[in-house]
């Protein structure tokens, strides 16, 4: 090893150094536990130095409180080191290292000494910190010191790149709404619900006191407005103005990033005649400040910034009388086009602001799952919307079904609570009518209603819902329900699936059917009082239910933990039937373990146990055939159809 007096470079030191040290797993460094604590941090440090000293072909030194205090004003570094760094150029510069009380679970950081400043370096902060690791990175906390080297090594590689420059304008297109959120003066979020791709177009904006949200037009914002906060009382509706988005075929470097409105009306010149144009229009349109969004593809996919002019602000004039900027000198609606653009995009300063999506496909995977907008023309009707069917309907929803229907005729009592997805505030209201009224005002984008009606009244006065369905679920625990639905899906020939699931008593397993266009029917699979012919498991005479201290009034006894299986189950069958469009009827069955089964006093049928074709089973996902047979049902239908 060279000796610690020579000036080597320091990444030529280091190559040898395992870079293994640190992960990316979906974990962020915590704050220490119990198991380090201040010894444990004094401990790591000492580590830390020591291997230091082994492996630097240079000498170091600890910075002092004072300086790390008044060089990184606005982090909590606890202690530091300077090192020195001989660079290609020839130049030698400076790294400190520096570790927060969280060390040695909390990784060190590094920073470049007299740094060019914030947006001249990509992954450089304004303070010099360097940016190295994922958010969510782990460490190894028990060999802090390697994980120190490992790091040194990286910001050496990286300071080494930058100075050749080939990364600095990729990495900045690449990243970009990581550097606009440096560059950022806005303390406000735009909101977009607008599709993140192009072209440049004109937009809708609604503003409150502290709250601005963009979409693709005044439809879009009205519905989306009176799902998320109510519909405005009377004949008023929410106010909207015109807004545009710039659709830019790179993304901005920082150099580019418009500081005034004329840098702004550059910018969309220099994109296209439409983008430009684009600015021109809405500058006639306004009557105040405009908001601009620009959108472009980064290496993570699209994004989008936002731009607000100022030049159409109200000021005070010496009279102490109001003025407006932009029509001063002329007649309301009469600003000639030429002059409403060199006035709105004058030297007047823009302000940058952040962009919280809001959008479909980013609430529902985040722009990166192909499946969303699919979902979203999807339309599912949910009937019976208890215990099973609420949380069903929540998992569908979650998942983007852009249009659900919730038809229960049944309130909200107290027994319900503890496996709903609706709480005390819904006691004694219709589920289907309370489910909808949250779900709608969660998810703003989807449409939700809710219809307080039987199955039956369905049937009989709600045919067009169930036609426009693409999936109907149904959870009643009802046969003369199930059997009612399942006669109109024959009659109407089974153009859609019907997706009926239900629960075995204790939880211990739970069952989801879908029929499809062909295969069997759900009577062909249930006995005339609705016992389905397959069952999973078997109980003692009278005890698969439980009485309750009244004339003739059963349940059966399972808790939220065991109906989360059965729930999943459902929802994964349901998911699949409107992706995958199958068009054929089978059986799915979700088994608890055997444990539990036994515990609760029950056995495996015979019937299970040759599915499964062993004994030991349990815990697991079985698929059979929903087999078709001569059924009461199937002979209605075909009566009927022939009538007919």
Not at 40 to 59: D, H, I, M, S, T
Not at 170 to 176: A, P, V
Not at 311 to 334: C, Y
Not at 442 to 464: C, N, T
Request: contains cysteine; aromatic residues 8%.
């Amino acid at each position: 090893m060279p000796h610690r007096s020579q000036r080597l470079p320091l990444l030529s030191a280091l190559k040898a150094v395992p870079a293994h040290r640190c992960s990316h797993r979906e974990e962020a460094a915590m704050p220490n536990p119990a198991g380090f604590g201040e010894l444990g941090f004094e401990k790591a440090v000492l580590q830390l130095e020591a291997r230091l000293r082994e492996a630097l072909p240079a000498p170091f030194r600890r910075l002092s409180s004072h300086e790390i205090g008044a060089t990184y004003r606005q982090r909590r570094f606890e202690r530091g080191w300077r090192i020195d760094m001989l660079c290609s150029d020839g130049e030698t510069r400076q790294i400190d290292l520096l570790v927060s009380p969280a060390f040695p679970l909390g990784y060190p950081r590094t920073a470049l000494v007299d740094g060019p400043g914030q947006l001249v370096w990509p992954h450089v902060e304004h303070d010099g910190i360097l940016c190295l690791l994922p958010i969510m990175a782990e460490v190894d906390a028990e060999d802090p010191g390697s994980v120190a080297i490992h790091l040194i090594g990286r910001s050496a590689r990286l300071i080494e790149d930058l100075l050749k420059g080939e990364i600095i304008e990729r990495d900045f297109r690449e990243e970009f709404l990581t550097y606009w959120f440096y560059a950022r003066d806005a303390k406000f979020k735009i909101t977009s619900l607008v599709d993140p791709g192009g072209p440049s177009r004109e937009l809708r904006a609604w503003r409150d006191k502290d709250m601005v949200i963009v979409g693709e037009s005044q439809e879009q914002l009205e519905s989306w407005l009176s799902r998320r906060f109510g519909k405005p009382r009377g004949n008023k509706r929410f106010h909207t103005e015109p807004a545009g988005l710039l659709w830019l075929s790179s993304p901005p470097l920082p150099a580019d990033y418009p500081h005034n409105g004329a840098d702004l009306l550059a910018l969309a010149k220099k994109e296209s005649d439409e983008a430009y144009c684009l600015l021109v229009d809405l500058a006639s349109k306004a009557q105040k400040d405009i908001i601009v969004l620009m959108g472009a593809e980064g290496r993570g996919g699209s994004g989008l910034l936002a731009t607000m002019t100022t030049s159409g602000r109200k000021v005070s004039s010496r009279d102490g009388k109001i003025q407006e900027p932009l029509s001063k000198g002329f007649a309301p609606n009469r600003l000639p086009k030429e002059v409403a653009t060199l006035r709105t995009y004058s030297a007047a300063p823009v302000v940058k602001a952040e962009v919280s999506r809001a959008d479909p496909s980013w609430i529902h995977g985040r722009g990166k799952d192909a499946r969303s907008m699919r979902l979203l023309q999807k339309t599912v009707t949910f009937v019976g919307c208890g215990s099973v069917g609420s949380s069903v309907a929540a998992k569908l929803v979650r998942a983007g079904v852009g249009n659900c229907h919730f038809v229960d005729p049944e309130d909200l009592d107290w027994p319900n609570l503890g496996r709903h997805e609706l709480g005390a505030d819904s006691i004694g209201k219709n589920k289907a009518l309370e489910l909808a009224a949250k779900f709608q005002q969660a998810f703003p984008h989807l449409a939700i209603e809710g219809h307080e009606v039987s199955a039956q009244a369905l049937i009989d006065g709600y045919r067009d819902l169930l036609e426009s369905s693409d999936l109907v679920i149904s959870a009643t625990g009802s046969w003369s329900a199930e059997g009612a639905l399942n006669r109109w899906h024959l009659v109407n020939g089974r153009k859609m699936p019907f997706l009926y699931g239900w629960t075995e008593s204790y939880g211990a397993a739970g069952h989801a059917v879908l029929i499809g266009a062909y295969g069997g029917c759900l009577r062909c699979g249930i006995g005339g009082t609705g016992v389905p012919h397959f069952q999973a498991c078997h109980w003692p005479e009278g005890s698969a239910t439980i009485e309750e201290p009244a004339c003739g009034n059963h349940f059966t006894p399972y808790g939220a933990v065991e109906l989360g299986f059965v729930n999943d189950l459902i929802s994964e069958t349901a998911l699949r039937a409107l992706l995958e469009e199958s068009t054929l009827s089978h059986h799915r069955i979700w088994l608890a373990p055997i444990q539990r089964i036994k515990d609760s006093g029950g056995a495996i049928t015979e019937a299970m146990t040759q599915l499964a074709e062993r004994e030991n089973l349990g815990g697991q996902i079985w698929e059979r055939d929903w087999c078709q047979s001569d059924c009461p049902s199937c002979s209605f239908a075909r009566e009927y159809r022939s009538v007919a």
